[in-house]
C-alpha cells in the first residue's frame, strides 16, 4: 500500500468487515464473540506488527462488529460496522475518502471490497476453516496498478 495510515485502514476495513462475513458462513450464533488477529499464522500483511482484534456482535440481517487496533507505536484505533452487506459502496469511517461494499454470497460468506484515496482497492474474502479459526484471504492493488495478495488468520478467543 502507499502509505502506512492506508495499509492500517485496509487492514481495519477488511478485517471488520470479513470476520462478520465469517459469522454467517458457519450459520451459528456461536460464530459471534470476540477474534485476536494471529501473526504467526498470516502472510505478506501490510502491517504485520498491528494487533488487532475484532468483537462481533449479531450477524444476520445487519452485520454489527467493532474492530481495534494497536500499531506498533502503541497508538490505538476503533472502527464500527452496523449495517446490512448489500453491495451498495459507501463512505465508511476511520479515512476521509475511504469507500467500501460488502456483499453476502450465497453461500453466506462477505465479500469486501475497499477504496482508497490514493487509487488503491482491495478485495477480500474470509473462510470460516474451524469453529475458532478464521482465514482470510485479500488481492490488494496500489494507486499504480499493481497487485499483492496477503493472508491473515484470526482466532476466536
Known amino acids: 500500500m502507499s502509505t502506512p495510515i492506508a495499509r492500517f485502514l485496509a487492514t481495519l476495513?477488511?478485517?471488520?468487515?470479513?470476520?462478520?462475513?465469517?459469522?454467517?458462513?458457519?450459520?451459528?450464533?456461536?460464530q459471534v464473540g470476540t477474534w485476536v488477529h494471529n501473526p504467526r499464522e498470516s502472510i505478506?500483511?501490510?502491517?504485520?506488527?498491528?494487533?488487532?482484534?475484532?468483537?462481533?456482535?449479531?450477524?444476520?440481517?445487519?452485520?454489527?462488529?467493532?474492530?481495534?487496533?494497536?500499531?506498533?507505536d502503541g497508538k490505538t484505533s476503533t472502527f464500527s460496522y452496523s449495517m446490512a452487506a448489500d453491495g451498495v459502496v459507501r463512505a465508511l469511517p476511520g479515512s476521509e475518502g475511504l469507500r467500501g461494499s460488502m456483499t453476502r454470497t450465497p453461500s453466506g460468506v462477505i465479500e469486501a471490497k475497499l477504496?482508497?484515496?490514493?487509487?488503491?482497492?482491495?478485495?477480500?474474502?474470509?473462510?470460516?476453516?474451524?469453529?475458532?479459526?478464521?482465514?482470510?484471504?485479500?488481492?490488494?492493488?496500489d494507486g499504480t496498478g499493481k497487485t499483492s495478495l496477503f493472508k491473515q488468520v484470526f482466532d476466536k478467543r
Open 13 to 30: 476495513v477488511g478485517s471488520l468487515c470479513f470476520l462478520a462475513g465469517a459469522a454467517s458462513a458457519g450459520g451459528s450464533a456461536a
Open 115 to 141: 477504496f482508497f484515496p490514493d487509487g488503491s482497492s482491495e478485495e477480500k474474502f474470509c473462510i470460516l476453516t474451524s469453529a475458532k479459526r478464521l482465514t482470510c484471504f485479500a488481492t490488494f492493488t
Open 44 to 72: 505478506n500483511m501490510p502491517d504485520p506488527d498491528e494487533a488487532q482484534t475484532v468483537e462481533i456482535r449479531r450477524d444476520d440481517t445487519v452485520l454489527d462488529y467493532t474492530w481495534t487496533g494497536i500499531a506498533k
